[in-house]
């Protein structure tokens, strides 16, 4: 474009989407610390998981027009059974830090959007 500061920021998120993508999701507080298989993107550099509210929004913004199955994988990433093993159907997870608002959360509305 004519423009180098949003030439400069688009460059930026290419970069940026680039270092997210990941094939396998890695963290200390899930399956003992174990890589869960998972051709999707990662939060962040220092957050190395899938948080339901973040990658729904960017699949919003523009994660799902420029990637759309590694979007599609990562949001799937997301959909559980039930803990208690006996409540039939999938559902969004809600991620630490959303306040406990349990049955009530930000994260699944901004996901099933």
Partial sequence: TASPLFDALFAMAQQE?????????????????KPVPC????????????WTRDVSFAADLALARLEPERTRNALRFKLSAARDGQTPGVFVAQDTGSGGSWPISSDRVVWFL
């Avoid at 989407?17 to 610390?33: K, L, Q, S, T, Y």
Wanted: some cysteine.
């Fill in 17 to 33: 989407m680039a270092d997210d993508r990941v094939e396998a999701i890695r963290d200390p507080a899930f399956n003992d610390g």
């Fill in 39 to 50: 051709a999707c993107f990662e939060t962040g550099e220092r957050w190395p998981y899938v």
